[in-house]
């Protein structure tokens, strides 16, 4: 999910074009359609062991989007290069004396060719620390009073127009919420959608459930390891009354894993809806070890 506004003093060098150098001299031009318009995708990825994880998820998706963009990614780019990628992570985790972090890897469409395609993308690589982890009983939830936009395309790419997800960030912040508070975004007909950084996904009937693309939801690669975890799963169009009968709540991304949701507010942040024994159910629990033996595998370079 979205990873929107890491401080600028998280990383002193970065890569960008073709070279690993000091963040501020990461300049895009001005007639760059990725600062002009917000056109371009990126991904965020945790390392383990120094290794990316579920890495082969991530360019999946950001191939997807860059195909259907009409944004080609030149062979010498990090995201066709593996041994590149593993060069330079290597030496971004030395420099900033890091063991582990999570990576942001931006493609730009850059400037358009005079017949307007794109050809001529621009790729940025920057790091930030690993996030804390959550409480073990669990976040809470928070209905947000933004509604989430529908995105692009239906599963919603993880493009460069994030200015819904700071939106929805900055309103938590306003309201005094716990940094690991999340918010939960509804589409505009009320129906759950995820959080303003990760997915949402809540367990009833034994399945796995989880919103269906067609309100809006990105389509996180999270949520797809989690689904794969587990025997039956189903994308459904939930409200919050929906959501208030489930057995359990998680929040779920490819950089923080699972995290369990203990109790639900509402917008106004004076009635709490709903409470949760998440990290006590069986199925979570589950998912649970299932991503720590996942980010163990990656650093043993399984993964």
Same mark, same amino acid.
């Given at each position: 999910m979205v990873e929107?506004?890491?401080?600028?003093?998280?990383?002193d060098a970065v890569y960008f074009d073709g070279a690993i150098r000091r963040a501020d001299e990461a300049r895009f031009a001005a007639d760059d359609h990725g600062v002009l318009f917000g056109f371009g995708?990126?991904?965020?990825?945790?390392?383990?062991?120094?290794?990316?994880? *579920? #890495? /082969? =998820? !991530?360019?999946s998706r950001l191939d997807a989007a860059c195909a259907r963009?009409?944004?080609?990614? %030149?062979?010498?780019?990090?995201?066709?290069?593996?041994?590149?990628?593993?060069?330079?992570?290597?030496? *971004? #985790? /030395? =420099? !900033?004396?890091?063991?582990?972090?999570?990576?942001r890897y931006t493609v730009?469409?850059?400037? %358009?060719?005079?017949d307007q395609t794109y050809a001529r993308p621009v790729?940025?690589?920057?790091?930030?620390? *690993?996030?804390?982890?959550?409480?073990?009983e669990g976040v809470a939830l928070r209905v947000l009073a933004l509604a989430r936009d529908s995105g692009e395309w239906s599963p919603r790419p993880k493009?460069?127009?994030?200015?819904n997800a700071l939106l929805g960030a900055q309103e938590l912040r306003r309201r005094g919420a716990r940094p690991d508070d999340e918010g939960l975004f509804l589409d505009r007909d009320g129906f759950v959608v995820e959080t303003p950084r990760q997915a949402l996904a809540w367990v009833r009937d034994g399945k796995l459930c989880f919103p269906d693309a067609s309100v809006g939801a990105l389509a996180s690669t999270g949520l797809a390891w989690a689904c794969e975890q587990v025997p039956a799963?189903?994308?459904?169009?939930?409200?919050?009354?929906d959501l208030l009968r489930a057995e359990a709540v998680i929040a779920v991304n490819a950089v923080r894993g699972v995290t369990p949701v203990r109790e639900l507010w509402n917008a106004g942040d004076d009635v709490r809806l709903g409470t949760f024994a998440s990290s006590a159910h069986p199925l979570l629990a589950g998912l649970m070890r299932c991503w720590s033996d996942a980010l163990q595998a990656t650093s043993r370079g399984e993964g």
């Amino acid at each position: 999910m979205v990873e929107p506004h890491p401080p600028a003093a998280s990383f002193d060098a970065v890569y960008f074009d073709g070279a690993i150098r000091r963040a501020d001299e990461a300049r895009f031009a001005a007639d760059d359609h990725g600062v002009l318009f917000g056109f371009g995708f990126f991904e965020s990825f945790r390392t383990s062991g120094g290794r990316p994880h *579920l #890495l /082969a =998820r !991530h360019w999946s998706r950001l191939d997807a989007a860059c195909a259907r963009a009409g944004l080609a990614l %030149p062979g010498h780019f990090l995201a066709r290069d593996r041994g590149q990628l593993a060069n330079v992570l290597r030496e *971004l #985790l /030395a =420099r !900033h004396a890091r063991p582990e972090a999570v990576f942001r890897y931006t493609v730009t469409a850059g400037a %358009p060719s005079p017949d307007q395609t794109y050809a001529r993308p621009v790729e940025l690589l920057t790091l930030r620390p *690993l996030p804390p982890a959550p409480r073990p009983e669990g976040v809470a939830l928070r209905v947000l009073a933004l509604a989430r936009d529908s995105g692009e395309w239906s599963p919603r790419p993880k493009s460069l127009n994030q200015a819904n997800a700071l939106l929805g960030a900055q309103e938590l912040r306003r309201r005094g919420a716990r940094p690991d508070d999340e918010g939960l975004f509804l589409d505009r007909d009320g129906f759950v959608v995820e959080t303003p950084r990760q997915a949402l996904a809540w367990v009833r009937d034994g399945k796995l459930c989880f919103p269906d693309a067609s309100v809006g939801a990105l389509a996180s690669t999270g949520l797809a390891w989690a689904c794969e975890q587990v025997p039956a799963s189903a994308a459904v169009r939930a409200t919050v009354d929906d959501l208030l009968r489930a057995e359990a709540v998680i929040a779920v991304n490819a950089v923080r894993g699972v995290t369990p949701v203990r109790e639900l507010w509402n917008a106004g942040d004076d009635v709490r809806l709903g409470t949760f024994a998440s990290s006590a159910h069986p199925l979570l629990a589950g998912l649970m070890r299932c991503w720590s033996d996942a980010l163990q595998a990656t650093s043993r370079g399984e993964g």
